[in-house]
Structures are given as structure tokens and as C-alpha cells.
């Protein structure tokens, strides 16, 4: 079997949502944990802390977090 491009990616976009579709909330939960600890682990400081800022929209909860870790 050869797809085009086309084909290829409706598959892998049915596939995705047959993936997650299984799962339930604590599969899907574990699943985005290792993914971001996968993604962050090749971050440097300043690079997880932009993420951060660009992820979570309230500034102070960012500062919140950053001060905890910092202190703790």
C-alpha cells in the first residue's frame, strides 16, 4: 500500500484521535506528563521558563511557581 501526503495524514489524524479516544483522563494526563518531561529535558532554564510564560496565562501564577522552587 502507497498513500499520497493527502491520505497520510488523515490517517495519522484518525489515528490520533482513535488514540486518545481509548484512553481515559489519567492515560491521557500521564501521557502529556511524559511527553512535556521528553520535550522539557532537552530545555535549558531559560527556555522552560519562556514556555511557562507562554503557556500559563497568568503571569503571577508563572512567578508563584518559580518562587516555590526557587525557595524550596
Known sequence: MKLTETQLDKLKDKFI?????????????????????????????????NEMYGHLVDENVVNKIITEVSSG
Not at 36 to 48: C, G, H, K, P, Q
Open 17 to 49: 484521535d482513535r488514540f486518545i479516544a481509548d484512553m481515559d483522563v489519567n492515560q491521557l494526563k500521564q501521557y502529556v506528563r511524559d511527553d512535556m518531561n521528553t520535550y522539557l529535558a532537552r530545555r535549558n532554564e531559560e527556555e522552560v521558563v
